[in-house]
């Protein structure tokens, strides 16, 4: 399994983005995805999650700013990210757990300008 994820920038305070995460090889669909960011000197930490067919669930930061999505017919994963705030800046990395597996993508830059 490899995870490509994009869309990552550099954008304003209050300004959004949307990242992308592709996904290659069969297992997509039954996998739960999700996405995590690591800020400098900070540990990694998860942002959202979204089960095969469960609720989604958000760090409590990110709640009613940033909704997690999935679109399983073509393997991709995405992360609306709106009302951006400095501290949301980091890297984001998606992430896919299947059958006891974990993957992670190659993380994508946000960088959010106060």
Avoid: H
């Avoid at 997690?68 to 709106?82: E, F, G, H, P």
């Amino acid at each position: 399994v490899q995870l490509q994820a994009s869309g990552g920038g550099l954008v304003q305070a209050g300004g959004s983005l949307r990242l992308s995460c592709a996904a290659s090889g069969s297992i997509f669909s039954m996998a739960v995805m999700g996405w995590y960011r690591q800020a400098p000197g900070k540990q990694r930490e998860l942002v959202a999650v979204i089960p095969s067919g469960g609720r989604t669930n958000y760090a409590d930061s990110v709640k009613g700013r940033f909704t997690i999505s999935r679109d399983n017919a073509k393997d991709t994963l995405y992360l609306q990210m709106n009302n951006l705030k400095s501290e949301d800046t980091a890297v984001y990395y998606c992430n896919l757990v299947n059958f006891g597996r974990t993957y992670w993508g190659q993380g994508t830059q946000v960088t959010v300008s106060s």
